[in-house]
């Protein structure tokens, strides 16, 4: 029988790619989408899929414009906050999760 030192200890360790999403439950993370789209937020659930429930995010789209007058290409940002956002695993290119401390 495991006791209580090494049960912490084992559900802490990552040995698959998906515990690192595991370990980042409740925790701040950065997740960047396809389509210049970047969000940072609370991870609540997630699935072997990537698909994510996050709270509190704040989406970041950036987009590229051409000004035709002087042949210059512009890079435009906008932000908004999204208190809760379901994100479809298929669009999702990385995933950062929170620093790890110890």
């Not at 999403?21 to 970047?38: A, C, F, H, P, T």
């Not at 435009?76 to 110890?102: A, C, E, N, Q, Y």
Request: proline content about 4%; hydrophobic content about 35%; charged content about 25%.
């Amino acid at each position: 029988m495991m006791d209580n030192m090494d049960q912490q200890q084992t559900t802490h360790t990552v040995e698959e790619l998906l515990d690192l999403i595991r370990l980042s439950l409740d925790g701040q993370i950065y997740v960047k989408m396809k389509n210049n789209r970047e969000l940072q937020g609370r991870l609540h659930a997630y699935d072997q899929h990537l698909n994510m429930l996050l709270g509190d995010v704040e989406e970041t789209v950036t987009s590229k414009e051409s000004d035709g007058e002087i042949y210059e290409e512009m890079y435009k940002s906008t932000r908004r906050h999204i208190p809760m956002l379901f994100i479809w695993g298929d669009g999702v290119v990385l995933v950062v999760p929170p620093p790890r401390v110890g």
